[in-house]
């Protein structure tokens, strides 16, 4: 069993950047980032898989940075030039690593979930 936490988010303007981390209780080797905004589906945003393999979301491309510090079993997604429509909970995932593979912006491919972290970014 492995526990995430998340830290980080809050408010900011659009055009800003906000930062959420995400610390795990044990080893993990694909974890996620996923988002979910108010009255739609949680989908991915961006994911790190075995051998450091990475995959993001078109929308977040070219803005948003995710990186894993394996000896600290931290994930931690940088978001630069913010929009309105990136508000939503954050939230950190991570696959049981025996099956891990990845990366995956799948929800489904996850089996454990942090509680979020709320990013609102206003116009």
């Known amino acids: 069993q492995v526990q995430l936490v998340e830290s980080g988010g809050g408010s900011v303007q659009a055009g800003g950047s906000l930062s959420v981390s995400c610390e795990a209780s044990g080893y993990t080797i694909c974890m996620g980032w996923f988002r979910q905004a108010p009255g739609k589906e949680r989908e991915g945003v961006a994911a790190?898989?075995?051998?450091?393999?990475?995959l993001y979301a078109d929308s977040v491309k070219g803005r948003f940075t995710i990186s894993k510090n394996n000896a600290k079993n931290t994930l931690h997604l940088q978001m630069n030039s913010l929009k309105p429509e990136d508000t939503a909970i954050y939230y950190c995932a991570a696959v049981w690593a025996k099956y891990c593979g990845g990366p995956y912006l799948s929800k489904h491919a996850y089996d454990y979930w942090g509680q979020g972290t709320q990013v609102t970014v206003s116009s």
């Open positions: 790190i898989g075995r051998g450091g393999r990475l």
